[in-house]
Structure formats: C-alpha cells, structure tokens
C-alpha cells in the first residue's frame, strides 16, 4: 500500500504469519517472496494508525506545512527473507529510472522506515538499510539486542527494551513469592535474548526454573506436542512466556486440547494484550506486563472509514473485509472457495474485531509516535521558523542521514505522551500490568492493575494497585514453590542435584535457633542463653545454685544445725560441770576451745548455701580452713598434754613444766595464725570469686565458687592435713 508524497515513509508490518514457500527448478526466473496464511487483523490496525497519522501530518499547519509526506508499507510475514526484499524495495525508491541530474527533485525517496512488528525481521531491516543511513524507527521490535549502536547504528524504537521488561517480569514474580517456574519462549532474537535477560534477573533474585523450552510457530506439531505435554508435567505453577504472539497461539491451542492442571501465566508485552488470544478460557487470571494505554483522538472514526470502493481497491483491505465477514466481494481471488458473495450489508462499526478493538490503544500508539517522531525529524531537518511561522522548502535536496541526526535530538509530546531517545535509541520504560479478568458471561477482561517505571530508583519501580484476579478465578495469590517455606527453627538443607530452591528443612539442634522462615543456617545462641523447645528462640539459661529451700540443703541445714547444737549443748554440760574431777581432767580450757571450734565447723557449711558472692565464696574456703585448723590445733593440743602427762610419771621428768596451759594457749594460737597468714596471702593474692559455670550443663548455668588461686587453696588443706597427721 502506497501514497506519493514529497517525502516518503517506508513501512513494514507482519500483517500475515508465513512466507509462501515455493520448490524452484531454477528453469524460470524466482519469484518475489510473498506472504500467506493467515490475516492479521490486528496488525492491520497498526497499518492504519500509520497512514492515519501521515494524513494527519499532511493536515497540519505547524508540522511540516507545505510538505506532504507519502508512505510505502509492505507485509513482511514475519520472514527474514521477506523482510531483506522489503529493505531493499524501501533503500532502491520507486523512480523507474536513474536520474543524474543534482537538481532534480528526490521525489519518493524513503527517508525513514518504521517497523518491523518483529525483532527478527527489523534486525534484517536495520542491517540493510543503515548501510545506507536510513533510519528504522520500530513500534514493536523489544530484543535489547537492537540496543546495540555499532551493529544497529540507525535502530530507533517508540516501545522500551526487552532488558526493562525481563526486569519487570522478574521483580513481578518475586513479589508474589514464586521461586518455582517454567519457562516457555519464542525461538526468534525477541523470545533469545529476551528470556536470556530474564533468567539473568530471575537468578539474582533467587528464583528457580523447573524447564525452559523454545519453539516456534513453524516448527513440528510433535515438538509443540512434547513441550504441551512438559506443560502439564510439571510441578511449577506458575509459567513465565516470553514469546510472540503467533507463537504463543499455536501453544495454547494444542494446550486446549487436552488442558493442563491450573496454571497461572505471567506474559510478556508481545501477547498478553493479545485480544485473539484471550479467548482461551483456561488463562483468564494470567498477568503480565503491556505497553501503556493510551488514546489516540479520531482514530477509531478513521479506522471504521472505509467504502466498498476503497475496500475493493486494496488487496490488504479486501482480504480483510472477506476474513472479517466470510463473505467473498466481486472479482476476489476468493470467488472459488465457496463462501457467499458480499452483499453491501455489511457494517464494520458493527464487527467485533481486533482491527476496530480502540478501547486498548498500545502497540497503536508506539506506531502513531514512531510516524511522528521521523515527521519532526524531517521537519527539524528542512523547516526553518520565520516570524512565529515555519516554512519549509519541498524541493530542499534532504538526505535520510539527516534525518537519522534529527531524530537523535527529538523531543516532543504528542497527545500527551512524551517521545524522546536515549543514546542507544530506546525511551524511556514504562510498562502498565495487566491482568485477563474473567466476567459473568465468561468473556475475558484485560484490566490495568499496576505499573513498572524504570525511570524510579531501585526497589520502587513496581506498583500494583488494584486487585488481582487468580487463576480458575481465585483471589489468593497461587502458590509455585519447589519446596514448602522452611518454618523458623529450621534451616534449609539443598537437595542433591536439584536447584537451591529444592531443599529440605531440618531442625535446629540444641542451642542453636532459626529465626526466619527458609533461614539457611541456624545460628547459635549466646553462651549465657539457650534456645526453646522451638527452636525459635533464645532464652537465659535457668541459674542453678544450692538454695535454701531445696532438699539438698534443707538436709545440710539441718545436719549442721543439729551438729552445733550437740557441740553446745556438750559445752553447756562441761560449762555446769566445770569443777569436777572428769572435766577438769580433759583440759577443760581446750575442751571449751574445742567445742566452740566444732560449733563454727559446723555452721560453716551454711556459707555454701545460697547464691554465690565476692564475700560469701571468700568466707567459704577462709573460713572454713580457719575454723578447722582451730579445732585440729585443740586437738593436737590435748593430744601432746597427754603425752606430757606419761612423759611427766618418768623419775626426774619436768615436761609437764614446758607445757602447761600458757603453753597450751601458745600452741593454739601459733598454729591457727600459720592458717590465717595463708589464708590473708591467698585473699590478697588471688581470691576465690563467684563464677558461672557453662560447661558442666550446657543448658544451664551453675553459679559457684572459683578457687582464685590454686596454690592458695592446696596449702590451706595441706597445712590442714599436716595438722591433722601430726594430732594422730
């Protein structure tokens, strides 16, 4: 479809889904490639809407006034050999002959193209036709591939790169917590690349793929087959396409044939807008990611503007009016396929087709702004403003590397939406998320739910507002895990050969906690405290020492206390009796001594219940070898009276002279000082000091007393024992 102009815009759709093959026996000249099967009607919209805003650009009086630009437009059927023959059509122009001349006028020069609906056939194009500097300005063509300035030095795009999108995608599975996904992807540069970005982002963000599998429309029914049949193998709720939209229609038709348990599909741009497609009933709940709605003023009233006449005279328009109606018009092509002749009544205001679709403007709108943006490059190129007017010479020699220039710097706003390029020709990403909500009548709505900015700082670029409808239409968010979440007082143990997101969960052992779900290690608890019976976490071990009110040491108390009060009630006796020969005969000084020395040892061992201080654990050890070492020295001090008193029956003994009770006292006191000098050089030393023991319970702590130094507390009990041998 063509229109003259002063200048020409090329053009390049998918309009249809195959190349017409044909076996040549090299006899007779090849034909030209053309396309066939079946018609897009969508696309055909896009068609439009680029004649449209060329119509409308003729019609304005501040872009490019005076000058009226004329289009080109070519089906390249989504066909690497088609689309290098339209490339070639578009550089060549459609002059019969060669002109000489440098004044004659470039009448039908091609100054820019806009396409491909592909990212396969616009790099075919790109690489083409920027070997002779024509622009490609493409509304539909995502690989980030075509991002790249030295092999596609002339690529423009209206429609962010497919890098922003495998980011969206992927920040949108992690927020619903899938970990578990398949993936399905086009085997075309668009469904490559862009599903090699999304595994990149999707590994960052710590989600697994259960399988990846790539087809392409044209491929055989048996691997459409066997990928249908992975489909419904697999234990992944949740599948992640990044195909085409002619590729995911041949998917989910042979899914419908034998449908697959629940799935909840997660789209790419390039079908999930899809108004073809949205009639497999067993998607609805899918949600994906789709370029921004928008509103294109007059473009519905030019798309249903069509005659019988202008329909007649385009074999585009006729093909569609036939498809869109099964009807056949006079002189088609299509009289012998049996169908019923048009017979005028037909209206297509009254056809429910993607083609007359306005209410969801997308990919439309990409086009309307590609139209525009090679329109004020032209305009920047030629056009001069004169007193608040532009004028534009027609007849100045412009070149399309001029307006490959221009169009690097255009920035402008068209119906309110910015376009502008970045250095590697992309704009600026944006995505609105979608979702095919389900009505009564089981028609399926796509219903803006959220956004992605790729312009907002990291972390913020995905919103979602509005309720999601789930797959079998349900309102809790599916679940796609390999593994169950891990709950806290576990860790996650990796399963052997299986991805990180397979694991098992094992519980924390004692004194070791988790607590956060899918924790990967348990981490252990601080040495003064120790985990709960969940594992969840910790508490301050129980303190353990010899209370007053245990059984232990009600025992002791009592032992002791009965111990004191034999020993007074024994020095009570002696103490009534003092003058009597027995008492008198056992010393009684040292008896009294004696007794008193047993009282405190018995008493002593109170100082070892209770809880432990600097003073009590100092008291304790002291005390006690004080105390004993009194009373083994009154031992030892009747002991040698004893032995003075035979020694002193022997003729001529006076031994009784040298140890009499000042002697007796002396000994007391000079062996019980020995102790308390040791037991001073101990204190000032290295005293005993109140510890907690952690190492005898790990799960409790025993307060106690540390001897402080060893050496102090071994020459207590050996001077004790010395004592004690030499009172035997």
């Given at each position: 479809m063509s229109e003259d102009g002063d200048f020409v815009i090329g053009g390049a759709f998918s309009i249809h889904h195959k190349l017409y093959t044909v076996i040549y026996n090299y006899t007779t000249k090849p034909e030209s490639p053309r396309c066939t099967g079946s018609f897009n009607?969508?696309?055909?919209?896009?068609?439009?809407?680029?004649?449209?805003?060329?119509?409308?650009?003729?019609?304005?009086?501040?872009?490019?006034?005076?000058?009226?630009?004329?289009?080109?437009?070519?089906?390249?059927?989504?066909?690497v050999p088609v689309a290098v023959h339209v490339a070639f059509q578009l550089s060549n122009g459609q002059d019969p002959v060669f002109y000489k001349d440098s004044n004659c006028s470039q009448t039908g020069m091609v100054m820019a193209v806009i396409g491909d609906s592909g990212s396969t056939p616009s790099i075919s194009i790109a690489r083409t036709i920027g070997s002779f500097n024509v622009p490609l300005v493409s509304p539909f063509a995502t690989c980030a591939c075509l991002s790249d300035k030295k092999q596609f030095p002339t690529f423009f795009r209206t429609i962010p790169s497919d890098q922003f999108q495998a980011d969206a995608l992927a920040k949108l599975v992690k927020h619903f917590g899938w970990t578990w996904i398949g993936a399905v992807y086009s085997d075309s540069?668009?469904?490559?690349?862009?599903?090699?970005?999304?595994?990149?982002?999707?590994?960052?963000?710590?989600?697994?793929?259960?399988?990846?599998?790539?087809?392409?429309?044209?491929?055989?029914?048996?691997?459409?087959?066997?990928?249908?049949?992975?489909?419904?193998?697999?234990?992944?709720?949740?599948?992640?396409?990044?195909?085409?939209?002619?590729?995911?229609?041949?998917?989910?038709?042979?899914?419908?044939?034998?449908?697959?348990?629940?799935?909840?599909?997660?789209?790419?741009?390039?079908?999930?807008?899809?108004?073809?497609?949205?009639?497999?009933?067993?998607?609805?709940?899918?949600?994906?990611?789709?370029?921004?709605?928008?509103?294109?003023?007059?473009?519905?009233?030019?798309?249903?503007?069509?005659?019988?006449?202008?329909?007649?005279?385009?074999?585009?328009?006729?093909?569609?009016?036939?498809?869109?109606?099964?009807?056949?018009?006079?002189?088609?092509?299509?009289?012998?396929?049996?169908?019923?002749?048009?017979?005028?009544?037909?209206?297509?205001?009254?056809?429910?087709?993607?083609?007359?679709?306005?209410?969801?403007?997308?990919?439309?709108?990409?086009?309307?702004?590609?139209?525009?943006?090679?329109a004020h490059a032209i305009h920047n190129a030629m056009c001069k403003e004169r007193n608040l007017n532009?004028?534009?010479?027609?007849?100045?020699?412009?070149?399309?590397?001029?307006?490959?220039?221009?169009?690097?710097?255009?920035?402008?706003?068209?119906?309110?939406?910015?376009?502008?390029?970045?250095?590697?020709?992309?704009?600026?990403?944006?995505?609105?998320?979608?979702?095919?909500?389900?009505?009564?009548?089981?028609?399926?709505?796509?219903?803006?739910?959220?956004?992605?900015?790729?312009?907002?700082?990291?972390?913020?670029?995905?919103?979602?507002y509005r309720n999601i409808t789930w797959v079998k239409h349900g309102t809790e968010i599916p679940v796609s895990v390999c593994s169950e979440t891990c709950p806290l007082g576990t860790r996650k143990v990796l399963q052997k050969g299986k991805p990180i997101c397979c694991y098992d969960c094992i519980p924390c052992p004692e004194g070791e906690i988790s607590n956060k779900t899918d924790s990967p290690d348990c981490f252990t608890c601080p040495s003064e405290f120790w985990s709960n019976a969940q594992r969840d976490a910790c508490f301050p071990k129980p303190v353990e020492f010899l209370s007053f009110d245990e059984l232990l040491a009600i025992i002791l108390a009592t032992f002791s206390g009965f111990g004191a009060c034999l020993a007074i009630i024994t020095g009570i006796i002696f103490f009534r009796h003092r003058t009597t020969p027995i008492v008198r005969a056992n010393n009684s000084e040292l008896s009294f001594l004696l007794l008193f020395s047993l009282t405190l040892c018995f008493l002593c061992s109170l100082t070892f219940i209770g809880a432990p201080s600097e003073w009590s654990c100092m008291l304790r050890h002291t005390a006690f070898g004080i105390i004993f070492v009194l009373c083994i020295s009154c031992v030892l001090g009747k002991t040698v009276v004893v032995l003075m008193a035979f020694k002193a029956t022997l003729p001529g003994?006076?031994?009784?002279?040298?140890?009499?009770?000042?002697?007796?006292?002396?000994?007391?006191?000079?062996?019980?000082?020995?102790?308390?000098?040791?037991?001073?050089?101990?204190?000032?030393?290295?005293?005993?000091?109140?510890?907690?023991n952690l190492t005898t319970y790990k799960e409790k702590i025993i307060l106690e007393c540390a001897l402080g130094s060893v050496v102090g507390f071994w020459a207590v009990l050996g001077y004790i024992g010395l004592l004690a041998n030499n009172s035997q």
């Open positions: 009607s969508r696309v055909l919209r896009f068609f439009r809407a680029m004649i449209f805003a060329i119509e409308e650009i003729n019609n304005s009086t501040e872009l490019l006034p005076g000058i009226k630009l004329g289009y080109e437009i070519h089906d390249s059927c989504v066909s540069d668009y469904g490559n690349f862009g599903m090699s970005s999304f595994l990149a982002v999707a590994q960052k963000e710590g989600i697994c793929v259960e399988y990846t599998e790539a087809f392409f429309r044209t491929d055989p029914h048996s691997k459409i087959q066997r990928i249908a049949d992975v489909i419904r193998r697999s234990t992944a709720m949740v599948i992640v396409a990044f195909t085409a939209s002619g590729d995911m229609s041949v998917l989910l038709e042979e899914l419908a044939l034998e449908p697959s348990p629940p799935r909840q599909w997660i789209g790419s741009e390039g079908w999930v807008t899809d108004p073809l497609l949205m009639g497999y009933s067993f998607c609805a709940g899918a949600i994906g990611v789709a370029i921004q709605k928008s509103v294109i003023p007059g473009l519905r009233d030019f798309l249903l503007d069509l005659s019988p006449t202008e329909v007649a005279d385009s074999p585009v328009l006729t093909e569609f009016w036939e498809d869109a109606f099964n009807c056949s018009l006079k002189k088609s092509k299509y009289d012998n396929l049996g169908k019923r002749e048009c017979d005028g009544t037909e209206d297509i205001k009254t056809l429910e087709n993607p083609y007359t679709e306005t209410s969801q403007l997308r990919v439309t709108n990409m086009v309307y702004k590609a139209v525009y943006a090679v532009f004028e534009c010479d027609k007849h100045f020699r412009l070149e399309s590397k001029q307006v490959f220039t221009e169009l690097k710097k255009v920035n402008f706003s068209q119906n309110g939406y910015p376009v502008s390029f970045d250095a590697n020709g992309d704009p600026v990403a944006f995505y609105e998320l979608v979702n095919w909500q389900k009505r009564e009548s089981g028609s399926i709505d796509l219903i803006t739910v959220g956004y992605y900015d790729g312009s907002l700082s990291k972390g913020q670029e995905l919103h979602i003994s006076n031994a009784m002279k040298w140890f009499g009770p000042p002697q007796q006292r002396m000994t007391v006191v000079f062996f019980t000082f020995i102790q308390v000098l040791i037991c001073t050089v101990w204190l000032v030393l290295s005293p005993p000091f109140p510890i907690k």
